[in-house]
């Protein structure tokens, strides 16, 4: 996923992290930095090719800035693919993974927290068509 910074600057996001492209490139990949702790030693970096991530590493020795957590809450909801091609929509800061439809036909979608619904988080958000009809965006973490 990408977006555009405050100042105007191409960050990519993930999992409530941004990051910036670094000026070093290897073969036809693009390298991106921790956007806000790269010069405060984070070393989170993941390599893009065209516009795909393909290799990551988001271990940051820190915690999410509040920086990021506006832009990321100032974002429209948008649905994407995670890493390992499970569909996700993403809602603020949170991100919700699909719970498989009882019927193939059915249109209407149930998408619990990403991250926390096994550790009682009650976040729900169902769709229809891709249109969100009802959300509960209230989470425990
Ligand atoms: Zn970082
Ligand atoms: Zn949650």
Known sequence: MFVT????KKLVVLDGYTYSLSKKTEGGKKRWRCSTHHSKGCKANLYTIEDAIVL???????HQSQYTR???NNLKPYF???LTGSRRLRLGQYSFRMQPPHRASQLKRRWLCATHSWQG???LVI???DEIVSERNE???
């Open 70 to 72: 506006t832009l990321l």
């Open 56 to 62: 990551y590493d988001a271990v940051h020795n820190h």
């Open 121 to 123: 988080c009650k976040a």
């Open 5 to 8: 910074s405050l100042k105007g």
């Open 80 to 82: 994407y693919n995670s």
């Open 139 to 141: 989470h425990n973490h």
């Open 127 to 129: 769709t229809i068509d």
